[in-house]
């Protein structure tokens, strides 16, 4: 074992976690020390051995000292593993299915039976089509080696209607499964449709038996790959009311099996933060801080979902603000700096994923807030994270955007032309030039030399012209991307409708 590596399970315990910890210690192990020596390393911002050696030069245990540290991490994931074991239900059906095994190969063919019963208990509440097929092809071995006119009988009245519909349902699994792959690689690549070519390719996709015919759907998975196969589709056409709508069947989905909730708390925090974002841009106020109070209030079991949770109630927030009326704004100037803070805290410990998601969120509202020189240094927070033009492909060509209008706000005049350039250059490259794009260069080129008493004028047609071209439904997709800084507003002293 390293040095670190104690110090590093215990700083990635949860409160609760540690609590358990402790109980099970005191429990289990007469020797207190090892808890004592637990609150010393947890209490220590920064690893100090020769702190912790001081501090119990007389114990014992200090003696051997490696030895005392190898003990107490082996107690701990000894803790974690009866932690999960009593709170997770997919272990739970694991060590049911371990132990059924393990009492067939026994020929305690009954007690075998019994853990199968209760791991059949379990497909069903969480609606398991490929684990229930385990269950019952287990219980069929048995039942042959037990009683052979039995398990014919079982098999013939029971297992084969289940099986082949079991069967059916995996099948429509893999096939749906495969479908929310392709539409989701889709939607995460290029966003909203800003072409027809876009809009065809997708629907092609979508001309498929399952996606026309949902009542055939059975099994959980496959009803919830729809759901998201569905969103993401009027996602990309922009059309929020059906997106809230399949949003909120997905939630509504997972409250008639609330012990995958604790399974899949990040998915469930995913689908909450989604329908705060539509009610709050749509300002259907009361659905919103329902959703964002569910959202807050989700049960978290580990760190990791813990942060994760957190995240996207914090990104809700943000989202809140962002769609806050403009006469309102004023009033909530001083909830900027706390809301940074916050977000500062999380940002470090986050997937690259869903860093680069934040970081957007948290530029939308800074522009918005006309805080330039903080959104600029979160913009190069953006652009300098690994892989973004990969990761996050729909928020880069606007990103490049909003980092012109900061520099602009900033009157950073000397680099702005070659910025300017550089940004159409990129989006040349990556197939992002589209008709906003080019409008949006071709004036700002315009304004980095233009006298100031000439700007507002050259502003004034740069909005004009780009809401002629988001006539086009394509073309509007994208103006909402650019509406979200309100940055027009500014300079025009009133509201577009985009939002709305």
Known sequence: MKKKDLYNLIHALAPAEKKFFKEYASQRHKETNYIRLFDAIANQKEFDEEALKSKFKDEKFINNFHVAK?????????????????????IEYHNLMSEAYLLFRKQLFDLALGRLDKALEICNRMDWPVHKKEVIFLKLRILNRKDLVYAGKYFSEVCYPELLDL?????????????????????????????AEDEELV?????????????????????????????????????????FEYEEKKWLLYKNY??????????????????????????????????????????VSTKEDRLFVRNKYIRARLVQLRSLELHHQDKYQHLIHPFLKEINSVLPQLEAIERLRSLYETIIVLIRFSHFTEALEYINRFFLEPDVE???????????IFNLICHYELKNTEILMNLINTTQYSLKKRGKFFVLEKIFIKHFKRLVNTPSSEKRTIIEELYNNLCTAAEDDYEKNGMKFIEQIAWFNKYLGTSSNFFK
Not at 168 to 194: C, D, P, Y
């Open 258 to 299: 609330p012990d995958r909730i604790r399974e899949n708390v990040q998915d469930v925090s995913t689908i909450l933060y989604n329908l705060c974002q539509i009610s709050f841009v749509n300002f259907w106020n009361e659905k919103a801080h329902y959703y964002l109070k569910l959202l807050e209030d989700l049960p």
């Open 390 to 400: 990969d990761l996050r492909p729909v928020h880069y060509p606007f990103v490049r």
């Open 203 to 243: 629907q092609k996709l979508m001309d498929n038996d399952l996606i026309n015919q949902p009542d055939l759907i059975k099994s959980f998975d496959s009803i919830f790959a729809y759901y998201n196969i569905m969103a993401y589709f009027y996602w990309m056409k922009n059309d929020l009311k059906n997106t």
């Open 70 to 90: 190898g003990y107490l991490y082996n107690i701990i994931l000894e803790a974690l593993r009866n932690m999960e074991l009593h709170g997770n239900i997919v």
């Open 167 to 195: 069967s059916k349902a995996v099948r429509q699994l893999i096939e749906i499964r495969q479908m929310h792959k392709r539409i989701s690689f889709v939607a995460n690549t290029n966003g909203r449709f800003r072409t």
